[in-house]
């Protein structure tokens, strides 16, 4: 069974850090890229961040662009996003994905693996 796993969030003020993880069990994703989205009430999910199966090719929202940093560990099978200055509006229900695709994208469509997700609260 594919599993992926978010851990990190919680709550904090403005302008604090958090760095959140995703472990993948049941198949590698060594080969596959990888993203984070993330979805508020009353909004839909928007990725985030994404990045290649080698780490090489990276992708970030205007609105997290400087803040957030996208990372993977291939050999934990894990990938990471670094979030530093948090703002009021980041506070979400955070969620990593996987797609098939190798290479970078950013259409929700193609990413077929889903964690459970993991709530951000960022407080002033």
Do not use: H
Not at 12 to 29: E, I, P, W
Not at 32 to 43: L, S, V
Not at 78 to 106: F, W
């Amino acid at each position: 069974q594919v599993q992926l796993v978010e851990s990190g969030g919680g709550l904090v003020q403005a302008g604090d850090s958090l760095r959140l993880s995703c472990a993948a069990s049941g198949r590698t994703f060594s080969r596959n890229a990888m993203a984070w989205f993330r979805q508020a009430p009353g909004k839909e999910r928007e990725i985030l961040a994404a990045i290649s199966w080698s780490g090489f090719s990276t992708y970030y929202a205007d609105s997290v662009k400087g803040r957030f940093t996208i990372s993977r560990d291939n050999a934990k099978n894990t990938v990471y996003l670094q979030m530093n200055n948090l703002k009021l509006e980041d506070t979400a229900v955070y969620y990593c994905a996987a797609t098939i695709r190798s290479q970078v994208t950013v259409r929700r469509e193609e990413y077929n693996y889903w964690g459970q997700g993991t709530q951000v609260t960022v407080s002033s």
